[in-house]
């Protein structure tokens, strides 16, 4: 399952197997020079869609299903910026599009759903630096992944391992929502 963090700044690709682990990820950074949102949006969703399908190539020793799941964009109530939210529902929608026309299985998974997965990983409740309420924040989903892993997403910078961490679980809540459907809660 790949996980889909979206953003038109930074964006991210994690491919997980069976029992969540980690095989290949990949961040994709946008052109911020580029004034004409638009294009930003159709360049990023053609750089996700190519990286995706590179990864699958990459990798020909291992059977690699067609299957991807994205963050649902949810409006920013905090930050107001509706501007910020319709150019991400717009890089939702090609995204999905270019990625369904290729054959893929694309499951909508909500950001609260991944914060869960993510917060699952903690024995006990997590420290209050990370979270914002009762949801991980981006330090909580790095800490998460550490405590899988044992170890920080593999990137130099704290953007960098902050979506990483995000597109791993994403693809963690993908492979539940999957699961759900196919084979109802158990």
Do not use: C
């Amino acid at each position: 399952m790949f996980g889909i963090d979206l953003g038109l700044t930074i964006s991210s690709i994690t491919l997980i197997g069976i029992k969540s682990k980690l095989i290949d990820s990949f961040i994709i950074f946008g052109d911020t020079k580029e004034k004409d949102y638009w294009i930003r949006i159709t360049d990023m969703a053609q750089y996700l869609t190519e990286s995706i399908i590179n990864m699958m190539k990459a990798k020909p020793e291992i059977i690699i299903d067609p299957l991807v799941a994205i963050e649902i964009p949810v409006f920013p109530w905090r930050t107001r910026n509706p501007q910020a939210y319709a150019n991400t529902q717009a890089l939702y929608a090609v995204l999905r599009y270019k990625l369904e026309a290729r054959g893929f299985t694309v499951y909508d998974v909500h950001p609260i759903s991944v914060k869960s997965i993510a917060r699952k990983k903690f024995k006990a409740k997590p420290k209050a630096k990370y979270r914002s309420g009762k949801n991980l924040n981006k330090l909580g989903m790095i800490r998460a992944f550490f405590k899988l892993h044992g170890k920080e997403p593999n990137y130099h910078t704290k953007a960098g391992r902050e979506t990483l961490a995000d597109s791993f679980f994403i693809a963690q809540a993908g492979i539940e929502k999957r699961r759900v459907i196919l084979h109802g809660r158990r």
